[in-house]
């Protein structure tokens, strides 16, 4: 049975890559010198007796899943200070080959508890918090979303209201939706939380604020009196996490609790207004920001997964007794995963971009400059939910790509689909993400009618709708770029004249709002499409790499816009912006790319350069022996440890005897 060495196929699609993949993960990972130091961390962790000794996790229940995630996670978290590693992105290399398919249970301590007292809390309070969490004596998560609310969170219900007597704060949950419902390793992991609730003082509501609550005590993990918290049940994804539930039984803790970096109680109840508003919405834009090139890095495994397999994978002969051919030479099979493909190199420059205007961006919010804030939200905002509906639609065509073998566990990729798809919903539920960003967008082109002058990201509504497209059977960038930008600034402008025609008929801004978000979601849409292919387009015209990579890069960045015309080709002819024989010509270049990209495929999933013992995928092996892979993880199954089971015994043979009873001849009488 055992096969050796790599597939024929594989090593000959390796073979015929027009480029050198290399050059290409060097561009992803920004440099040599830095994919050097990325292998070496994953190599450490991967080598770890103690990550290579733990069990596939699709083998395990519930509990065990959790125990094998807390025990991976804190390893990795201590020998991460052991080995003085501090760079996030180096971080998240051990973390990920440490533990490629396990959430972490402390997950939501170190993405949103540490950095929000970092951003969120006064000095002495960091002085006093930080170092009991670095070292883990305090685990916190970020406790906002309620049983009754998780969008609208001016209409949370968990109540602090000051006490200026005691100078304590007294944490109540008032009734049952106020209760924390769904916060990351609230039920079993943490003993601290930062909770999310409306600040009442001197008799006035003044909104939500942060404060820090303790849940546990610190060294017998029990719940302090007057809280009641726990795991709130199995999920479609994160099984291995601990989202968890909290009622507060008037909870008093002191006044220093409170988050007041920029928003403060003085110690008689007096509120002091901050210096901006939305400041304590800060946390949730660092990880919105964060999560462009988390599910672009998702998708990127998912399309390894099924480009190398349909490289292997053979189905039906193409003329009669010929060989069969291989799957990722069926025109249709390159329609589902190369747009796919595509699809993960967008969002991931798109996500370098996002990230690198979030650091931007805060570093002038710290210095009180919050001019940038609108920006940074709308982007923010926009890019994750664009990003996260398109990467986990593009999981799921990777998936059924695979055939049978892709519903299997096996592939690994039904693991990645269902813990990426809730980034459509946390972190702020998509269509009401883009709903912001439409709001921002009408400020904008209000703005622009007004004569103001617009952030360059929206320059393109400053010029003439009045226009026909310039493409030419040779399909420009340029003139797919415009194109965008056309389709984008027709369907705001569209958005805003339906609202305004509304008004002046005497309906309220407020009603005609509610009546348009339908078109104010596509205009929104339209825009995140746009900024993510002029984006795509910049960063591969400026990349630094030989001629023939650069080729090959650009043949997916441009799929990506044809692509995206195709499938939305009714918002770019509605106008007759694009004739008949422009389209006939994306369309005549859709599938010219198509068989372009073909040769690379293979060389464009290896240059994410994710090892084998990340990806666990018997189907996404570099060495594509797949049959092997998927016989062995069948034969390690726990069903086939025995090979008659008991539930045979329970079950099957007293039916089996009383069915043979009832049907006896003389039993029917
Ligand atoms: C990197 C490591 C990763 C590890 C990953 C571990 C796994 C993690 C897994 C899961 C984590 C999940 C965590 C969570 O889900 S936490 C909970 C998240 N919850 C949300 O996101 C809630 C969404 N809702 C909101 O954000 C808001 O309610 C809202 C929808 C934005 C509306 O807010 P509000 O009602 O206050 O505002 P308005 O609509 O009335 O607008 C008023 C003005 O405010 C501006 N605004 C809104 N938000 C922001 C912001 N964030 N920044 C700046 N400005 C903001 C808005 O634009 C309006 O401005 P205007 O000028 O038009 O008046
Ligand atoms: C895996 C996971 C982890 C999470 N971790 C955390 C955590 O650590 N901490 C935490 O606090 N929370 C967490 N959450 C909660 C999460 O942030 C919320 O579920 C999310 O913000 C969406 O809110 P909701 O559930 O109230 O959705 P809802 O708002 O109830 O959405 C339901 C539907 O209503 C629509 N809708 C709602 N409002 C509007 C509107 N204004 N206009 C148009 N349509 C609207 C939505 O589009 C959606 O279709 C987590 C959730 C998940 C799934």
Redesign the pocket.
């Known amino acids: 049975m055992a096969t050796g060495g790599v597939n024929a196929d594989l090593a000959k699609e390796r073979e015929r890559a027009t480029f050198d993949s290399e050059q290409l993960t060097n561009f992803l990972y920004r440099g040599p010198e830095k994919v050097r130091r990325k292998r070496y961390l994953q190599n450490l962790a991967i080598q770890d007796p103690v990550f290579k000794k733990a069990p596939l996790w699709a083998f395990l229940n519930r509990e065990q899943q959790y125990a094998t995630a807390l025990k991976k996670h804190l390893h990795a978290y201590r020998r991460i200070q052991e080995l003085g590693i501090t760079e ?1 992105v180096e971080k ?1 290399y051990y973390r990920e080959a440490a533990a490629p398919h396990e ?2 249970p402390i ?2 301590h ?3 508890f540490i950095p929000t007292i970092e951003k969120q809390a006064t000095e002495e309070q960091k002085r006093k918090w930080l170092p009991l969490c670095h070292s883990l004596k305090m685990i916190g998560t ?1 406790a ?2 309620e049983l009754g609310h ?5 209409g949370l219900e968990t109540t602090a209201t000051y006490d200026p007597v005691a100078k304590e704060f007294i944490l109540s949950t008032p009734k049952l939706t106020a209760m924390k419902y ?3 390793n609230l039920g079993k992991t943490t003993n601290h939380c930062l909770v999310m609730a409306q600040l009442i003082t001197k008799g006035k509501n003044h909104g939500i604020h942060m404060f820090m609550l303790q849940t546990r005590d610190m060294e017998t993990h029990q719940p302090l009196p007057g809280i009641e918290l726990g795991d709130i049940g199995p999920k479609f994804g ?1 099984f291995d996490n601990d989202n968890g539930y909290m009622i507060l039984k008037d909870v008093r803790i002191p006044r220093e609790n409170m988050f007041m970096r920029y928003y403060k109680v003085l110690e008689d109840g007096t509120y002091v207004t901050p210096p901006g ?2 400041l304590n ?2 946390s ?2 660092l ?2 920001s ?1 999560i462009t090139s ?1 599910i672009g890095q998702h998708l990127s495994q998912a399309c390894i997964i099924a480009i190398r397999y349909s490289a292997v994978r053979r189905q039906t002969e193409i003329s009669p007794g010929g060989e069969e051919a291989q799957v990722l030479d069926y025109q249709t099979q390159q329609y589902k995963l190369f747009p796919a493909l595509a699809t993960s190199y967008a969002m991931l420059m798109a996500g370098r971009f996002m990230y690198d205007f979030y650091l931007k961006t805060t570093a002038q919010i710290e210095k009180g400059d919050l001019g940038t ?2 920006q ?3 982007l923010s ?1 926009g890019l994750k939910a664009f990003s996260t509906w398109e990467c986990t639609a593009a999981i799921e065509v990777c998936r059924m790509s695979c055939g049978g073998h892709g519903y299997s566990h096996a592939s690994g990729i039904p693991k990645i689909y269902v813990d990426a798809t ?1 980034g459509c919903t ?4 998509n269509t ?2 883009m709903l ?1 960003v439409a ?2 967008l009408m ?1 904008m082109y209000t703005n622009l009618q007004k004569g103001q002058e617009l952030p360059s990201f929206v320059q393109y509504m400053t010029k003439s709708l009045d226009t026909k497209s310039c493409m030419k059977e040779e399909v420009a960038p340029k003139c797919l770029v415009m194109a965008y930008e056309h389709r984008a600034s027709r369907l705001i402008k569209a958005a805003a004249d339906a609202i305004q025609a509304m008004v002046m008929s005497g309906s309220s801004p407020q009603e005609a709002w509610n009546k348009n978000t339908v078109p104010l979601t596509w205009a929104a849409l339209a825009f995140c499409h746009m900024f993510v292919v002029k984006n795509f387009f910049e960063m591969v015209e400026d990349a630094k790499m030989d001629g023939q990579t650069k080729a090959a890069f650009m043949a997916l960045c441009k799929l990506y816009a044809v692509n995206g015309v195709i499938t939305h080709l009714g918002e770019f002819i509605q106008d007759g912006y694009l004739n008949n024989q422009q389209v006939q010509y994306i369309q005549k270049s859709l599938l010219d790319l198509l068989a372009e990209i073909r040769p690379n495929a293979v060389a464009l999933v290896d240059a994410f350069d994710y090892p084998d013992a990340i990806l666990q995928s018997c189907l996404g092996r570099y060495d594509g022996q797949v049959y092997q892979a998927l016989y062995d993880f069948a034969k390690s199954s726990p069903l086939n440890e025995k090979e008659v089971l008991d539930s045979f015994f329970d079950y099957v043979k007293p039916v089996q005897q009383e069915l043979e009873a009832m049907n006896q001849p003389m039993a029917r009488l």
């Open positions: 996030p998240f959430n972490s997950g939501l170190e993405s949103m970020y906002q979303t998780g969008t609208f969170i001016r769904w916060p990351g994160f508003d939305r919405y800060l949730m834009v990880l919105r964060a988390m804030m609108p940074l939200h709308a905002a809730p946390y972190e702020g539920e009401v993400m912001q709001r921002f400020k």
